[in-house]
Each structure stands twice: as C-alpha cells, then as structure tokens.
C-alpha cells in the first residue's frame, strides 16, 4: 500500500504541541493583526477571525496564507474563516 508523501518539513511541524503551533503562527500573525486574529491552530488547520470589509477578504488571506508558507518552511495549510452572523438573520 501507498503511503502519502510528506516532506521533511511537514513532518517536523506536525511533531510540535498545538500549543507550539499557536505559538508560532500567533507570532508570524503579528504582521496582520490589524486584520485578523488567530483563533486556532491545529497542524495545517488554522482559522482567524477577520477584521475587515468583505470586499478585502480574498486578498488578506492570499497574502497571509502565502506569508504563513514562505516562513514555516513552505508546509500546506488551510486558513478558516470564523463565520459570523449575519445581522438580517438574527432578526428573523
């Protein structure tokens, strides 16, 4: 049976404690933290909460994302959005 490749990297970042993990990406997010704020991290999962208009959403977090690879050794990762709620559906 095949087994999945992952780099050496990869590896490495997945021995950490997620508390290691939060430590890291929290200190990389300080670039951003105008923006955004981190919320979790586990392994490649991280989610933040944003802090800007919807209209910026999609440029923020290519240009985090990217920046989070470059400096953690260029792993793969998924940045979640912490979803809020819309106001007109509250009232209803």
């Known amino acids: 049976m095949y087994e999945r490749y992952e780099s050496q990297e990869l590896q ?3 021995k950490l404690s997620s508390e290691e993990q939060f ?4 200190y990389l997010s300080d670039k951003y933290k105008e ?5 979790f991290v586990r392994d490649q999962s991280i989610q933040v909460s944003l802090k800007i208009p919807k209209n910026e959403h999609y440029d923020l977090l ?3 994302e ?7 050794g260029n792993i793969p990762l998924i ?10 559906k509250r009232r209803q």
């Open 12 to 14: 490495e970042w997945k």
């Open 23 to 26: 430590k890291q990406v929290k």
């Open 35 to 39: 923006s955004l704020e981190l919320l």
């Open 62 to 64: 290519v240009s985090y």
């Open 66 to 72: 990217a920046y989070l690879r470059e400096n953690l």
């Open 79 to 88: 940045v979640l959005i912490e979803e809020k709620k819309d106001e007109n």
